[in-house]
């Protein structure tokens, strides 16, 4: 047989594999024509499902970012600052007071400051609308970009197919419920929304090749970071997602990537310039408010964070109970000893080696991507949740709910793929087609989902109190719920109470008040600095010393809970405001012994406090001039201050008095 000559190349074919080919169509046309009623379905059901909470007013956060806020007060007039300054800067006023690594996320803050200048101060319900918008929005553009990565099979049911369900999952997940019902939440619904739209710009860019949609990716993810910073994680979410299921070419990713990099060097400088640094300054904080790790060991640390992983896992499958409160020690501190941080570490280690394994095998061509998905899917989690994990940067709890908005995409598509493809595989019908168990299954989830939900979101209602009540019930060894209820019975309940007379309504006051100082004390015992506690329970003893009248029981719990906190100005403010009130009808004796002992004893011998020392010195001054231990008093702490006009001053007048009494006797 003769051989038949070798068909020759076309001039320029290079030799070996195929190569991937330089444009691809992903994101078919005429979306709109052919998903008109699952996108507006989705849409639908964002409203529906957090409609109510246009009803809602300003909670919590909301307070730092808004109604507290005088660069969003000003509304538009405020911008400049806004985009010019630490997004806190508006609310503390001061920047020796700003948080630790500071917060730079300028365009929700900025959105906060337009509606103040369209609609005026205090409409809440457009900040709660507007959230509920664009939560239905990126469900939407989440199914868009699904859809083109999994195209939807002919004669597939539409409601249950895996770009479908994945969206519908993720807009009824009750873990959302923060994000969306908490005004300050746009952050994250922003930074996500921003980053999906990056991703839909890069596969843009692989189908055409044009600029413009180069530029989009990278405006997008530019837009993103001034959201919030993690979406940074999108670096690596856009590549490996166009890798695995696209036939767009690796000089286009490469190329993308490139103008992704550039939009975050660009974020950086803009941040560096409107902080003064690039991403943290100084060493972490030792207040457990902005930092819960303070006091622990590196082990201690590292167990406590999986710990706290694996609540995240957990919450994921099972969202109930639900809280705004993961602060020290509603999760508890634990070193290796505890199984349930080993756990965790062997589980999350156990996901990404198989994820890892799983990819190494992929080729360019996009055959059997769906089996991909949940590789991917754990990649996208892990990766997405990396930057909220406290494993490399350190955030100002253990864990959050809302720390789970952008992660949990993956998460709904992966159950998407369970129930959509994976399932009827395994009961040998078509994919894409609802099958009697898969039907079942979602339908369980659904109504799982629905019932947390019916029972949350109220909590986010009215002026707070269900939300703090929830908390006191869920985490009750938080110091911070124990804190916040303990806020409320006073403020809210006993205060208004305050003028009541009659002996039930004394008996509810003292109740009240009982209660309320039984959760200070044990926000105190958790987190013993705690400053704004401390105040509150001085507040309480000023209440129980209206209630009983015994002077030495309020001047001991003040001297008491001054000997625990050396550094609280408000504190301090407070007892002397108290004091300055009492110094009529009272024994000057018992009042002057007590700013002795405070001012000169407390603050001048063991704190070192001169300010401090002369404030309560110079009140037991006011309330009896001719007191000689108050004035030898002040005349040593001026002497040591270094003021030796003030100490002549004082010696001079001690003198006086020694000599008056000389002649009295």
């Known amino acids: 047989m003769k051989r038949k000559p070798n068909k020759p190349k076309p001039p320029g074919q290079p030799s070996g594999p195929a190569k991937r080919p ?44 808004i109604w507290d806020n005088i660069f969003v007060q000003k509304g538009f007039a405020g911008l400049r600052e806004i985009f010019g300054n630490d997004s806190l800067l508006g609310y503390y006023k001061d920047p020796k007071l700003m948080i630790e690594g500071g917060r730079y996320r300028p365009i929700p803050v900025a ?69 969306v019902a908490n005004i300050k939440g746009r ?72 103008a992704l990099l550039g939009a975050t060097g660009l974020f950086l400088i803009v941040r560096a310039l409107a902080l003064g640094y690039f991403m943290h300054q100084g060493k972490p904080s030792d207040d457990l408010i902005f930092n819960p790790f303070s006091g622990m060991n590196p082990m201690e640390k590292l167990a406590t964070i ?56 992929v080729r360019a061509a996009p055959a059997g991507a769906r089996a991909r998905i949940p590789a991917y899917s754990i990649l996208y989690f892990l990766l997405t949740l990396s930057v909220v994990s406290n494993l490399f940067v350190n955030t100002s709890t253990f864990m959050n709910e809302r720390y789970l908005y952008m992660p949990s995409v993956g998460f709904c598509l992966l159950l998407a793929w369970l129930l959509a493809e994976k399932l009827p595989e395994w009961l040998q019908k078509p994919a894409g087609r609802p099958t009697a168990v898969g039907a079942a299954l979602m339908g369980v989830i659904v109504l799982a989902y629905a019932v947390i939900l019916e029972l949350r979101l109220p909590d986010w209602g009215g002026k707070g109190e269900g939300l703090v009540e929830s908390a006191m019930r869920i985490a009750p060894n938080s110091y911070r719920a124990n804190f916040y209820y303990a806020n409320m019975l006073y403020y809210e309940k006993y205060v208004g109470l305050q003028d009541s007379t009659g002996a039930a309504a004394a008996a509810e006051k003292k109740a009240l008040l009982e209660d309320a100082e039984r959760h200070v004390d044990h926000a105190l015992e958790i987190y013993p600095a705690y400053k704004q506690a401390a105040v509150l329970k001085a507040a309480i003893a000023g209440a129980w010393f209206r209630e009983d009248r015994q002077l030495d029981k309020l001047l001991g719990a003040f001297e008491n809970l001054l000997q625990k906190q050396s550094y609280n100005n408000e504190l301090l403010v407070y007892v002397l405001d108290v004091l300055k009130s009492l110094q009529q009808g009272w024994d000057p004796n018992v009042y002057n012994a007590f700013c002795h002992r405070v001012g000169y004893g407390l603050y001048f011998k063991k704190y070192v406090d001169y300010n401090g020392a002369i404030a309560f010195l110079d009140y037991g001054l006011r309330n009896y001039p001719m007191d000689p231990n108050i004035v030898q008093a002040l005349s040593d702490v001026y002497m040591t201050q270094g003021n030796a006009a003030k100490a002549a001053e004082m010696q001079q007048r001690l003198q006086a008095i020694q000599a008056a009494a000389g002649q009295t006797q």
């Open 187 to 258: 952050d994250e619904i922003l930074a996500l929304l921003f980053s999906l739209y990056a991703l839909y710009g890069m596969i843009k860019y692989g189908e055409n090749g044009q600029g413009r949609w180069l530029a989009a990716a990278a405006a997008g993810l530019f837009l993103g970071l001034l959201s919030k910073e993690n979406a940074v994680t999108y670096l690596a979410v856009i590549p490996l997602t166009l890798w695995l299921f696209t036939k767009i070419s690796g000089g286009r990713i490469a190329t993308g990537l490139l």
């Open 22 to 65: 330089e444009t691809t169509v992903v994101l078919q046309p005429a979306f709109w024509q052919a998903h008109r009623i699952p996108a507006l379905s989705l849409f639908v059901l964002a409203l529906l499902t957090y409609g109510m909470t246009v009803g809602f007013g300003y909670l919590q956060d909301d307070q730092l970012f």
């Open 306 to 361: 999986f710990l706290s992983l694996g609540w995240d896992l957990k919450l994921l499958f099972v969202p109930y109970p639900l809280t705004h409160d993961y602060y020290p020690y509603h999760v508890p501190k634990v070193n290796w000893s505890d199984w349930r941080a080993g756990l965790s570490l062997g589980i999350y280690l156990a996901m990404g080696i198989w994820a890892v394994r799983q990819l190494w095998s």
């Open 111 to 179: 959105t906060f400051a337009l509606e103040v200048g369209l609609f005026g101060k205090n409409h809440p319900w457009i900040a709660h609308l507007i959230n509920v918008l664009l939560y239905g929005g990126t469900g939407v553009l989440l199914y868009r970009i699904l859809t083109g990565l999994f195209p939807v099979r002919s004669g597939s049911a539409w409601y249950f197919t895996l770009p479908f369900l994945a969206a519908a999952l993720f807009l009824l997940h009750p873990l959302h419920t923060e994000v």
